[in-house]
């Protein structure tokens, strides 16, 4: 039996520098909210994903992400629940990430191509790439996107997340390091995106949850985490995303050690642009599969 679990506005600020976020953005983290539907979230994880030699098991991966799109889309079979997200004649564009240290798993590409593939989209149509997307033409042609990319800390923007995923869509990421990345989500509304994303996932197989400064990277702060987080919303993810990591180094460290950046881009992703949900009392996590560590 599966169990529901809302994370709450208490929860994310307790003991935490997003409290400095409550007062910046006071509407999305304080006071009543308005009766308006939770948006869902689905995080299912399985202890076995990676072996002893930790190698990631594909056939696991592919267990997971059916039961979690299942899960979101309320279906039983997950080539009909694919079939809600992708039509036969669409152009699919897999935004992946391949920082080099921490790279969307293959296995968990391949699990996608094989279901966008069983939704009757032929191969030729379905392209994966991260830094080169304005110049694959499945990407320049696409109808659908899909969105999936590893969490980890980021020194300029706080979490490397899905929202943070789309700034190869632009000519000029660097463009978008100001003001702690706070104008990312507008690339969501740049021709090439706009109106095209079906379905965000956060790779939580593996996670970073602590680094300073740019492209610093130390397995010590890796967590096997062993998990996926599914979602239509991708501003909900990335504020899930940032209490999970939050919560991670509170494990490591005893304490929550203070980032390079606060995620503030999620609640303007939010406030701003009307990308999605931040607000975590309007988040509905249901958890599925292995619950030992799960920590949110």
């Given amino acids: 039996m599966r169990r529901r679990k809302v994370i709450t506005r208490r929860d994310f600020l307790r ?123 499945i990407f320049r042609s696409s109808t659908a996107l899909i969105n999936v990319r590893p969490l980890r800390t980021h020194h300029w923007s706080g979490i490397g997340g899905c929202i943070k995923n789309y700034v190869m869509f632009v000519t000029s990421p660097w463009a978008y390091h100001d003001d702690a990345c706070s104008p990312l989500a507008s690339i969501w509304n740049q021709p090439i995106v706009k109106g095209k994303n079906r379905l965000n996932i956060l790779s939580l197989i593996r996670t970073q949850f602590y680094n300073r400064g740019p492209h610093h990277f130390d397995r010590r702060f890796v967590s096997e985490y062993k998990g996926l987080l599914i979602g239509k919303d991708p501003v909900a993810l990335d504020a899930v995303g940032a209490r999970l990591l939050q919560l991670q180094r509170i494990a490591h460290f005893g304490e929550d050690r203070p980032l390079d950046t606060t995620p503030k881009h999620i609640f303007v992703a939010d406030e701003k642009y009307k990308l999605g949900v931040s607000d975590l009392r309007r988040i509905e996590l249901v958890k599925i599969g292995w619950r030992e560590g799960s920590l949110v």
């Avoid at 520098?17 to 304080?30: I, K």
């Avoid at 308005?34 to 869902?40: L, Q």
């Avoid at 899960?71 to 079939?83: C, D, V």
């Fill in 15 to 137: 003991n935490t520098a997003y409290t400095a976020l409550a007062t910046a953005f006071g509407s999305s983290l304080r006071g009543d909210v308005k009766a308006e539907g939770k948006v869902k979230v689905v995080l299912v994880r399985d202890k076995n994903v990676i072996d002893s030699q930790g190698r990631i098991n594909q056939t696991i991966v592919q267990e997971m992400l059916d039961r979690g799109v299942c899960q979101l889309l309320g279906e039983e079979k997950p080539i009909r629940a694919w079939k809600k997200l992708i039509r036969p004649d669409d152009i699919v564009g897999i935004k992946s990430n391949v920082w080099f240290y921490l790279p969307t798993p293959e296995e968990l590409e391949n699990a996608i191509v094989k279901r966008v593939m069983d939704a009757g989209v032929p191969r030729k149509n379905i392209g994966i790439d991260d830094r080169d997307v304005l110049n694959n033409p």
